[in-house]
């Protein structure tokens, strides 16, 4: 099984400035990789896929890069509604799997 | 509208198994793979498996292999999973999730949340 390792645990940034999240995965997943946001008490909701790709009606803050191992979402503008846990996934071999998350805050 | 609507909360004991149901609603049940994903309290997000609505093909997650069951019914638009031999690491929110996407989800159900304790 493939072990996706998030950092950091937990990120605090100010409204307004850019949150860097990154993923890393313990062999290459390609471009399969997607981003989840759960905010408290709901399911998780897909921002990004393919590594790149916004899913519709996701904000053009978000924003996501890398393939192979390494992969980033950045956040360009944070706003408070951007409080949440986000979590990685792979999807490029079964089982898929989920990194532990980076929660973020607001400052 | 996609709608991914799940049944309520289950308390159970140690030992004794749980069904959970998914209902789908706004597209075609059959077009998509179902899968299951649980999250311990506090906890990440765990895969259980998956299942094709069409044909009733599954794929479970090893830890899981010989103590879940995923099931559907095309005629009602429902999926089912099982889950028995219930310990107190069952404890978690259990939600189906599927989408057109090659394994990430675009559409989640509420979630169910199973307490299992004595």
């Known amino acids: 099984e493939i072990v996706m390792t998030q950092s950091p645990g937990t990120l605090s940034v100010s409204p307004g400035e850019r949150a860097t999240l990154s993923c890393r995965a313990s062999?290459?997943?390609?471009?399969?990789l997607a981003w989840y946001q759960q905010k408290p008490g709901q399911a998780p909701r897909v921002l990004i896929y393919?590594?790149?790709t916004r899913a519709p009606g996701i904000p053009a803050r978000f924003s996501g890069s890398g393939s192979g191992t390494e992969f980033t979402l950045i956040i360009s503008s944070l706003q408070s509604e951007d409080l949440a846990v986000y979590y990685c996934?792979?999807?490029?071999?079964?089982?898929?799997?989920f990194g532990q998350g980076t929660k973020l805050e607001i400052k | 509208q996609v709608q991914l609507v799940q049944s309520g909360a289950e308390v159970k004991k140690p030992g004794a198994s749980v069904r959970v149901s998914c209902k789908a609603s706004?597209?075609?049940?059959?077009?998509?793979?179902m899968h299951w994903v649980r999250q311990a309290p506090g906890q990440g997000l765990e895969w259980m498996g998956w299942?094709?609505?069409?044909?009733?093909?599954?794929n479970y997650a090893q830890r899981f292999q010989g103590r879940v069951t995923m099931t559907t019914d095309t005629s009602i638009n429902t999926a089912y999973m099982d889950l028995n031999r219930l310990t107190s690491d069952d404890t978690a929110v259990y939600y189906c999730?599927?989408?057109?996407?090659?394994?990430?989800?675009?559409?989640w159900g509420q979630g169910t949340l199973v307490t299992v304790s004595s």
């Open positions: 062999q290459s997943v390609s471009s399969k």
């Open positions: 299942i094709v609505p069409v044909n009733g093909d599954t």
């Open positions: 999730a599927t989408g057109g996407g090659s394994g990430w989800y675009d559409y």
């Open positions: 706004g597209y075609t049940f059959t077009a998509y793979y």
């Open positions: 393919g590594a790149s």
């Open positions: 996934q792979q999807y490029n071999n079964w089982p898929c799997s």
